[in-house]
């Protein structure tokens, strides 16, 4: 059982709208909508940056979890003037050799960054595994328990309670380099595929349309609750790793993995909608 280390990216996207001057923003409550369940990694880490922000604005940060379609759904077609953000990743963003096809792995759903690391795997393995997707992370975790799955790219913490409880076997991480919190534990292209390579990020995005006034405000208030000491301190026990980028540079990154992404899922047969 494998588990992951997260970029936090800094940034919220696209959209150059009305140059309107954002120097008082925000004047009422924000939401942050979060396209997972509730106890998903996503959600953790919206419920840490709506508090700090919370504290930063004096206004109202709440979270709200809407999975699925209709969580990207609602924040499209919100207004686009700052009031309605979404954090997700880049999973949701981007929408064996000896008994082929016996195994299971389990995931979040497709649009998740839980399934992306494992596809990953399975192609640069040259495995057949089988996708077994759930409503949730709480939900694959538990599967994974259970046996259901013989496979689960797992959160940290997740991984190191199992593991040290001796529910799960740990078999390796999928960050780079091995983890702090753990490390002993291999890195996949250590133990077992060297060209491994994956990297996840959660990144707050804004509606088209947006000002970029607006937009430049809201990265570069996340990118001080990100070098907050006890910020980066909750982050790390997730597994996370903080990292502030411009909304420009994001833009950047979001182009590049949705074009490596879109392959690996059509050569998954999944065709992004």
């Not at 996207?13 to 509730?38: C, D, E, K, M, N």
């Not at 919206?46 to 700090?52: E, G, H, N, Q």
């Not at 981007?94 to 649009?111: C, D, E, H, R």
């Not at 089988?130 to 013989?150: K, L, N, S, Y």
Request: charged share 20%.
């Amino acid at each position: 059982m494998g588990f992951r280390t997260f970029a936090v990216a800094a940034a919220a996207l696209l959209a150059a709208g009305s140059q309107a001057l954002a120097q008082t923003y925000p004047t009422q409550r924000v939401t942050i909508v979060v396209p997972f369940s509730a106890g998903s990694i996503t959600d953790g880490l919206a419920r840490i940056l709506a508090d700090k922000l919370g504290d930063m604005w004096k206004q109202q940060v709440i979270v709200e979890n809407k999975p699925g379609i209709p969580g990207t759904a609602s924040v499209a077609k919100a207004a686009p003037d700052g009031y309605t953000l979404m954090l997700t990743s880049n999973g949701h963003t981007i929408a064996g050799k000896q008994k082929p096809g016996t195994l299971n792995f389990g995931s979040a759903g497709v649009a998740s960054t839980t399934y992306l690391a494992t596809e990953v795997f399975k192609q640069q393995a040259n495995i057949n595994i089988v996708h077994i997707p759930f409503r949730g992370a709480p939900e694959a975790v538990t599967a994974a328990v259970r046996g259901d799955v013989q496979l689960y790219f797992a959160p940290l913490p997740n991984s190191l309670e199992l593991s040290q409880s001796n529910k799960v076997r740990a078999l390796a991480v999928n960050s780079a380099q091995r983890v702090k919190q753990w490390p002993d534990l291999p890195t996949v292209a250590e133990a077992a595929v060297p060209s491994y390579k994956y990297d996840s990020w959660f990144a707050v995005l804004a509606p088209a349309g947006t000002p970029k006034p607006i937009l430049n405000k809201v990265s570069q208030d996340i990118a001080a609750v990100l070098k907050m000491p006890d910020v980066v301190e909750k982050l790390e026990k997730q597994g996370s790793i903080p990292v502030t980028n411009t909304p420009e540079q994001f833009d950047l990154i979001l182009k590049n993995d949705t074009e490596r992404y879109t392959k690996l899922l059509k050569d998954a047969g999944i065709e992004p909608k």
